[in-house]
């Protein structure tokens, strides 16, 4: 069975970074052809999906997030994270961490983590 569990701080204070972890289990990142994902969710609107990072390393990212975006892996405890540079009000959302077989910006991803609210504010 495989599960994806997000980690990381629920608050953050304006101008501060922001890492968030997801733990896979039940799968390795590395299997092939797997893509890991993160999208986000601000309150009110719609999904938006941030960057990947695929199974072989390649790192992809939105054009609109690419200059505050960074994703990363450890295979060795099999997770991957995300990190924003320096958070604003906007960035607050629900990150969702995803994965499976798809492509990179895909939304329809065949697993899911529950989700992690981060809130930005001072």
């Known amino acids: 069975q495989v599960q994806l569990q997000e980690s990381g701080p629920g608050l953050v204070k304006p101008s501060q970074p922001l890492a968030l972890s997801c733990t896979v289990s039940?799968?390795?990142?590395?299997?092939?052809?797997?893509?890991w994902s993160w999208i986000r969710q601000p309150p009110g609107k719609g999904m938006e999906w941030m960057g990947a990072?695929?199974?072989?390393?390649?790192?992809y990212y939105s054009p609109s997030l690419k200059n505050h975006t960074s994703i990363s892996r450890d295979t060795s405890k099999n997770h991957f994270s995300l990190q924003l540079r320096s958070v604003t009000p906007e960035d607050t959302a629900v990150y969702y961490c995803?994965?499976?077989?798809?492509?990179?910006?895909?939304?329809?991803?065949?697993?899911w983590g529950r989700g992690t609210l981060v809130t930005v504010s001072s």
């Open positions: 995803a994965g499976g077989l798809g492509s990179p910006a895909d939304y329809d991803m065949d697993y």
């Open positions: 039940g799968v390795s990142l590395t299997t092939s052809y797997y893509v």
């Open positions: 990072i695929a199974y072989d390393g390649s790192t």
